[in-house]
């Protein structure tokens, strides 16, 4: 059983709200991600990174920032919300394994509606 | 990384054998293959993962071609609870690029 956590798991904001999207790892996992799956879609990698202080954008542009100052934190915000950031968001962390491999253990993932 | 391509749906019987294919023509030598799968209202779980030689753990085996331009995913005895989508993903390192996979369906 992974122990990745997520919070809020459902979250309704009206437009322009700040938000901050909650994740947390307690496995000392090195390497963090955020994807971002809207319904019936793929995931696309927004956020991602290999260590504290370490952050990188992903091969999704998205307006929201991260930050890792904790090895088992890395929050998501978004600024200013809009409905076009209506959509699931996911977390996962992993640890740089032999030869190259990572296993990534998921959260169960932040289901984000703005109206 | 490279690209992989996968059926977009697929159909099983209970208790029967599933092979779910990938091509990954574009594969470099140090690129792992790797399978997750995602449940309904889940995120992704690792499901198995190779580098040339076939493989088999708890939840399914991994079959590579020898080229290694091509692997099959066989889920030995599908229950309704192996419905999901099923992900190919090949690179090296942190970072999996999803595709659309394949939505394993699978009929008691």
């Not at chain 1, 901050?20 to 879609?41: A, F, I, N, V």
């Not at chain 2, 399914?60 to 993903?89: F, G, M, Q």
Request: hydrophobic share 30%; with cysteine; glycine share 8%.
């Amino acid at each position: 059983e992974a122990d990745i956590y997520q919070t809020p798991r459902y979250l309704v904001i009206g437009t322009g709200k700040k938000i901050t999207l909650e994740c947390s790892q307690t496995m000392g996992h090195d390497k963090m991600y955020w994807y971002q799956q809207d319904p019936g879609m793929e995931l696309h990698l927004i956020h991602y990174s290999y260590g504290v202080n370490s952050t990188e954008k992903g091969d999704l542009s998205s307006e929201s920032t991260v930050s890792r100052i904790r090895t088992e934190h890395f929050p998501l915000t978004l600024e200013s919300a809009r409905p076009s950031h209506t959509s699931q968001y996911l977390c996962a962390s992993s640890e740089t394994g032999d030869r190259g491999f990572d296993e990534q253990y998921f959260g169960p993932g932040t289901r984000l509606t703005v109206t | 990384d490279a690209k992989t391509t996968q059926p977009n749906s697929m159909e099983s019987n209970e208790e029967e054998p599933v092979h779910l294919p990938c091509n990954h023509s574009t594969i470099s030598g140090t690129d792992y293959i790797h399978w997750y799968r995602q449940l309904p209202s889940q995120g992704p779980e690792y499901v198995i993962h190779g580098l040339t030689s076939n493989v088999n753990n708890r939840m399914a085996s991994l079959a590579i071609a020898e080229d290694r331009k091509s692997s099959t995913l066989i889920l030995h005895r599908a229950t309704l609870r192996d419905a999901a989508v099923y992900y190919c993903i090949v690179t090296l390192g942190g970072k999996l690029i999803f595709g659309q996979g394949t939505e394993l369906s699978v009929k008691p």
